[in-house]
């Protein structure tokens, strides 16, 4: 389970070294959204150093601007193709796009582990992953 100390500069000692990392790098797959389990195909994320996120919404490409400072994150500008999917693929990526607009913290709990949040509560939840993942909901580690 997840767990946030208010505050965004306090660096969490129990998480060790994966804390000083920053989401910038790598390609995050979503495996939960508002606490429930993301369906494929699953959104994907992935933050650069030029404070730019990109990545697919399950559908549909996307771009946005984001700022890191310390824990905090601000999601902006969020723009995305249009295609269209089926309605269930549709109604998760907009789901995700209005998370995205939430979010104004992140943590690494683990190496591959990454939560976003909007306030005290987890909105995001995603794994270091390749694409094209087959079953999201294995990743979760505390599956409900």
């Not at 389970?1 to 995050?28: H, K, N, Q, T, Y």
């Not at 369906?39 to 697919?56: K, S």
């Not at 490409?61 to 693929?89: H, K, L, N, Q, W």
């Amino acid at each position: 389970m997840w767990m946030r100390i208010a505050g965004w500069g306090l660096a969490l000692s129990l998480a060790g070294a994966a804390m000083a990392d920053e989401p910038v790098g790598p390609l995050w797959q979503v495996v939960a959204l508002d606490g429930r389990d993301a369906e494929a195909p699953v959104p994907e994320m992935r933050f650069d150093e030029a404070g730019r996120l990109a990545g697919t919404g399950g559908c549909n490409r996307y771009r946005a601007s984001v700022g890191i400072d310390g824990g905090a994150m601000r999601i902006e500008g969020t723009m995305a193709t249009r295609m269209f999917c089926g309605p269930a693929v549709m109604a998760q990526e907009q789901a995700f796009f209005a998370l995205l607009a939430q979010v104004d913290g992140w943590q690494i709990a683990a190496p591959d582990r990454l939560a976003l949040f909007a306030g005290a509560r987890v909105v995001i939840e995603a794994r270091r992953g390749p694409p094209a993942l087959a079953n999201p909901s294995d990743l979760r580690q505390d599956k409900r």
